[in-house]
C-alpha cells in the first residue's frame, strides 16, 4: 500500500464524523442511516485497501453490475459527500448518466384499482389500522416517514404541518380521511401522533411496509407494486390528471424541483397508447 493512501482509509470514526457531520447539516435520519449503511459496504468491498481513484473506479463498476442506474447514483453520492468531507475531493467519481424516462414499467405501477383491492383486503383481515395507513398515504401523499405527523390534532382541524428534510409543509386532511381517523384513535386518546405501536411511540417505516406486502397475495396485487412509496406516487398521478399544475404538486409533495415532480407524474403509457389509437391517422 502507498503511503498516501495508507492515509486515506474508511475508518469506523471517520464513518461517525461524517454521520455527525451530516446531522448537523439537517439531513433526514434516513438519509444518514443510508449513507453510512453505503459508506460501510465501501469499505468491506476495499477489504483494508486504501482510498484510490482507480479503486472507486473498479468500485462503480461493480455497483454497475449489482443495481440500477439510479441507485448506483445514490450510492455515489454518499461516498462523494464523505471524500468532500475528508478532504479527498481528488478521488470523486462521476455519477451515471440516466435519460429521464417519458413512462414508468408497467409493472411497477400501482393502479387505482389494485390500491382499492389492497385496502380491502386489510378490512377482511380485520386489520383496520393498516387499512387507514393506506388511505392516509395515498390521500395525501405524505411520506411513510411523515405519519408521525398524522396527529388527533390534525385529524381535528383538517391540516397537519409536516417537518422533513429541514423543510416545513401544510399538508390538507380530507374530512373523509378526517373523520375515520379519530373513529379509529377513539375517545380515550386526545393528543399525539394517530398512528403508534403498543409501546406509545410512533409506527417505524418497516412494520408498514411489511404489513403492506402481507397484502400482497390476498389482494391479488403483485408484491413489485407494493410499497409506502407507490402511494405517493399514486396520489401524485391522481392529482395531476385533475390539476395539470406541476408547481402546485411539487408543493403538496414537499419537493425543492418540478424535475422530481415529473418523476412521479409519470405512467406506464397505457393511456398515451390508447389517445394515439384514437387519432385515426393509421389508413390501411
Same mark, same amino acid.
Given at each position: 500500500?502507498?503511503?498516501?493512501?495508507?492515509?486515506?482509509?474508511?475508518?469506523?470514526?471517520?464513518? $461517525?464524523?461524517?454521520?455527525?457531520?451530516?446531522?448537523? *447539516?439537517?439531513?433526514?435520519?434516513?438519509?444518514?442511516?443510508?449513507?453510512?449503511?453505503?459508506?460501510? #459496504?465501501?469499505?468491506?468491498?476495499?477489504?483494508?485497501?486504501?482510498?484510490?481513484?482507480?479503486?472507486? &473506479?473498479?468500485?462503480?463498476?461493480?455497483?454497475?453490475?449489482?443495481?440500477?442506474?439510479a441507485s448506483v447514483n445514490t450510492i455515489? /453520492? #454518499?461516498?462523494?459527500?464523505?471524500?468532500?468531507?475528508?478532504?479527498?475531493?481528488?478521488?470523486? &467519481?462521476?455519477?451515471?448518466?440516466?435519460?429521464?424516462?417519458?413512462?414508468?414499467?408497467?409493472?411497477?405501477?400501482?393502479?387505482?384499482? @389494485?390500491?382499492?383491492?389492497?385496502?380491502?383486503?386489510?378490512?377482511r383481515a380485520g386489520d383496520s389500522r393498516?387499512?387507514?395507513?393506506? *388511505?392516509?398515504?395515498? /390521500?395525501?401523499?405524505?411520506?411513510? $416517514?411523515?405519519? *408521525?405527523?398524522?396527529?388527533?390534532?390534525?385529524?381535528?382541524?383538517?391540516?397537519?404541518?409536516?417537518?422533513?428534510?429541514?423543510?416545513?409543509?401544510?399538508?390538507?386532511?380530507?374530512?373523509?380521511?378526517?373523520?375515520?381517523?379519530?373513529?379509529?384513535?377513539?375517545?380515550?386518546?386526545?393528543?399525539?401522533?394517530?398512528?403508534?405501536?403498543?409501546?406509545?411511540?410512533?409506527?417505524?417505516?418497516?412494520?408498514?411496509?411489511?404489513?403492506?406486502?402481507?397484502?400482497? @397475495?390476498?389482494?391479488?396485487?403483485?408484491?413489485?407494486?407494493v410499497y409506502p412509496h407507490n402511494l405517493?406516487?399514486?396520489?401524485?398521478?391522481?392529482?395531476?390528471?385533475? *390539476?395539470?399544475?406541476?408547481?402546485?404538486?411539487?408543493?403538496?409533495?414537499?419537493? #425543492?424541483?418540478?424535475?422530481?415532480?415529473?418523476?412521479?407524474?409519470?405512467?406506464?403509457?397505457?393511456?398515451?397508447?390508447?389517445?394515439?389509437?384514437?387519432?385515426?391517422?393509421?389508413?390501411?
Open positions: 500500500m502507498k503511503k498516501e493512501d495508507a492515509k486515506r482509509t474508511i475508518t469506523p470514526e471517520l464513518i $461517525s464524523g461524517y454521520a455527525v457531520y451530516l446531522w448537523e *447539516q439537517e439531513k433526514a435520519p434516513a438519509t444518514i442511516e443510508k449513507y453510512t449503511h453505503d459508506l460501510k #459496504a465501501l469499505c468491506g468491498w476495499l477489504d483494508g485497501a486504501g482510498i484510490t481513484k482507480a479503486a472507486l &473506479v473498479s468500485w462503480k463498476e461493480h455497483l454497475k453490475e449489482q443495481y440500477a442506474a455515489l /453520492a #454518499a461516498a462523494n459527500g464523505f471524500l468532500t468531507f475528508c478532504g479527498w475531493t481528488d478521488c470523486k &467519481v462521476k455519477p451515471l448518466k440516466i435519460q429521464r424516462n417519458l413512462f414508468c414499467r408497467a409493472d411497477k405501477e400501482l393502479t387505482r384499482g @389494485e390500491y382499492v383491492r389492497l385496502v380491502r383486503a386489510a378490512e393498516l387499512s387507514l395507513i393506506l *388511505q392516509t398515504i395515498c /390521500a395525501t401523499g405524505i411520506r411513510v $416517514s411523515e405519519l *408521525q405527523f398524522i396527529t388527533l390534532e390534525a385529524a381535528r382541524t383538517g391540516r397537519a404541518e409536516v417537518c422533513n428534510k429541514g423543510k416545513r409543509r401544510a399538508v390538507f386532511l380530507p374530512d373523509k380521511l378526517c373523520r375515520a381517523l379519530l373513529r379509529f384513535a377513539g375517545k380515550k386518546r386526545t393528543a399525539g401522533a394517530v398512528f403508534i405501536t403498543r409501546g406509545g411511540k410512533p409506527l417505524d417505516r418497516s412494520n408498514v411496509w411489511r404489513s403492506m406486502k402481507s397484502l400482497c @397475495e390476498r389482494a391479488g396485487v403483485a408484491p413489485a407494486k405517493r406516487h399514486l396520489f401524485a398521478r391522481v392529482f395531476y390528471a385533475l *390539476q395539470k399544475d406541476l408547481s402546485r404538486l411539487a408543493d403538496l409533495l414537499g419537493h #425543492a424541483s418540478v424535475n422530481t415532480t415529473r418523476i412521479y407524474t409519470a405512467e406506464s403509457g397505457a393511456e398515451h397508447a390508447r389517445l394515439i389509437g384514437r387519432m385515426g391517422l393509421v389508413i390501411t
